[in-house]
């Protein structure tokens, strides 16, 4: 994997020559293979300028993810609107770094993976996730038309044999045994039956760190608190595939968060 080499001061020039903002301050977010840069306007406006590698089929990629987002947007759901450059561009390639910058709004708030909630709070939130991810999909399957590219990277639940060697790296042998049988399960009971379920394009990706949450209510005030479901982000492993591995990869992350 080819990660990009951008610094928060090249990213606050890009942003500020393509876009026209006038950044007051850049941050670093978390991210697992591309830059994500939060930047905060001198009228305090939030966008996150994405950074990408320029590989081959990334542009069409960002084509795809921004036609996505202005289908949800418009449909009232939750999600980052993409920024159109100063001359009508969705994305700025920059041959020096072999990058590509994307521009989105900010929604704030915190990740629900770094949030400590127990039940039945938790429970609530569940029910909100699986809500907003099932909106979504709904929607991008009456709105959003292909052909859309059936991948076969690591994260597509289909991909078993990258989940065979991921589980060599586990050295418990009890662990190991139990995640063999779970994919040997998988591929004997569910595979062969995948002609019964429904598929079209997926988010794909919907762990505790793309849930984005704020809180209703405070305690001072003697008011329950409630955590709700603010926004859901990074589209960037979308693809299309079964709508029921939208669910398993939601509860596997939700049951991991229910565990701890």
């Excluded at 080819?2 to 950044?23: F, M, R």
């Excluded at 909100?128 to 994260?155: A, H, S, Y």
């Amino acid at each position: 994997m080819e990660y990009p080499n951008l610094n928060k001061t090249e990213a606050c020039d890009i942003a500020t020559q393509h876009w026209g903002l006038s950044v007051a301050s850049v941050s670093q977010l978390n991210s697992y293979a591309d830059l994500n840069f939060l930047l905060t306007t001198t009228g305090r406006q939030e966008y996150t300028l994405k950074v990408v590698t320029n590989t081959e089929g990334r542009i069409e990629e960002i084509k795809e993810i921004t036609q996505v987002l202005g289908v949800l947007n418009k449909h009232g759901i939750k999600v980052p609107k993409p920024i159109l450059t100063k001359g009508g561009d969705i994305y700025v390639k920059s041959d020096q770094h072999n990058t590509i910058s994307t521009l989105q709004s900010f929604i704030p708030g915190e990740v629900l993976e770094v949030i400590p909630l127990k039940q039945p709070i938790l429970n609530d939130v569940a029910f909100q996730c699986g809500k907003i991810m099932g909106e979504i999909d709904v929607l991008l399957m009456k709105n959003v038309t292909g052909p859309w590219i059936e991948t076969n990277f690591r994260w597509n639940l289909l991909n078993t044999e990258a989940i065979k060697d991921a589980i060599a790296f586990i050295e418990e042998v009890n662990l190991s045994q139990r995640c063999r049988k779970v994919v040997s399960d998988f591929e004997k009971q569910v595979l062969p039956k995948l002609g019964e379920f429904r598929k079209g394009l997926i988010h794909g990706d919907a762990n505790t760190g793309n849930v984005i949450l704020t809180k209703q209510g405070d305690f001072h005030d003697k008011q329950p608190v409630r955590w709700v479901v603010n926004g859901i982000i990074d589209f960037g492993d979308m693809h299309c595939s079964y709508y029921v591995f939208e669910v398993a990869i939601l509860l596997t992350y939700l049951m991991g968060k229910s565990i701890k």
